[in-house]
Structure formats: C-alpha cells, structure tokens
C-alpha cells in the first residue's frame, strides 16, 4: 500500500515538475518578448515583472517535491561521508523527522493564511488585480506533499540499510 502511492505520488511529483518546467519556457518567452518590444517599439508588456515573479513563486512550490524525492534539494553531506554509516543513518533520520514537522508547521499557517485571506476578501493589486488567496493556496497543497515526502524517505531509511543516502551525493 505505502509503496503504491508513493509511485503515485511520484508521477504526480514529475507532472508538477513538468508544469514548472513549462512556467520556465513561458517566463522566458514573455521577459524575453517585453525586453525586445521595449526596445524596438517602445512599449512592452507592463505585466510581464508581475508574472514573472508568481511564476518564480509557483516553479518554487510545484519542484520542491519532485527534487526532494530525486535528492536534488539542498543538503550539505560532506558530514555523512566523514563519520560512521550508521551515525550518516541517524543524521538522514533526523533530518526527515525535522522536514515532517517545519512542512506540517508550514502547512497549518499556509491553510491559516490563505483561509484569513479568502475570508477577509484580499485583493492583491499591482498591474494585475485579483484575489490574494489564489497565490496564497498552492503553497499549503505544496507543504502537504513535502511533509508526505518526507515521511516516505523516512520510510525508505527505516526499512534500508543502516547507512545515510548516497542519492545526489556530491562528495566521494
């Protein structure tokens, strides 16, 4: 059962990573496109910074998970190659638990937040108008599946050898 629906969870996390890839393209072709008619026409898109800014927000949430579960997110291991396996073992164990409890912490004030703003009726207004509870939603939905995440490497750990990981090790 837990090994179904984290290969589930898997194809999910590659389809967000996906989008996140094509928020890049778009970003790009709109900041590139702003640049050249800035420059040649004299006008430009007056939103472009905007969405560039959430779609750097959005790409943030929607890879997190899917690099988290690869083992490409940040993580200094040059301290699990230089003590004993099992004491790496014991290191990687508590860094799971710690990323289970901040994901959940910033879980409950995501959902706090966006709730807060969705009640109050928040508009967020620059060059584009609409309500701040939309930018404010993914961000829970993306805490949910880290600490979910976690909670299947710490799975993985449990089960395995007594060693830390060797996935995305950047040090021999």
């Known amino acids: 059962m837990v090994t179904r629906l984290s290969a589930v969870l898997g194809l999910l996390f590659a389809a967000m990573a996906g989008l996140a890839a094509a928020l890049l ?9 702003d640049i050249v008619l800035r420059n ?15 779609a750097l927000y959005l ?5 997190a998970p899917w690099l988290l579960r690869r ?3 940040v993580r200094l291991d040059l301290v699990l190659t230089m003590i004993p396996p ?6 990687e164990a508590i860094g799971d638990t710690v990323g289970i409890a901040v994901c959940l912490v910033m879980l409950r004030y995501g959902c706090a937040m966006t709730f807060d ?3 109050l009726g928040s508009i967020t207004i620059k060059n584009l108008v609409f309500p701040e509870w939309w930018l404010l939603a993914p961000m829970p939905v993306a805490f949910a599946l880290l600490a979910i995440e976690f909670a299947f490497r710490l799975h993985r750990l449990v089960g395995g ?12």
């Open 25 to 33: 393209l778009a970003m790009v072709i709109v900041v590139s496109g």
């Open 40 to 54: 040649v026409a004299r006008s430009g898109f007056i939103w472009a910074n905007e969405v560039s800014e959430i």
């Open 161 to 172: 050898e007594r060693k830390p990981r060797t996935q995305a090790t950047s040090v021999a």
């Open 59 to 63: 790409m943030t949430l929607l890879a």
């Open 86 to 91: 099992r004491a790496g073992w014991l290191l």
């Open 71 to 73: 083992g490409q997110h």
């Open 117 to 119: 703003s969705w009640r």
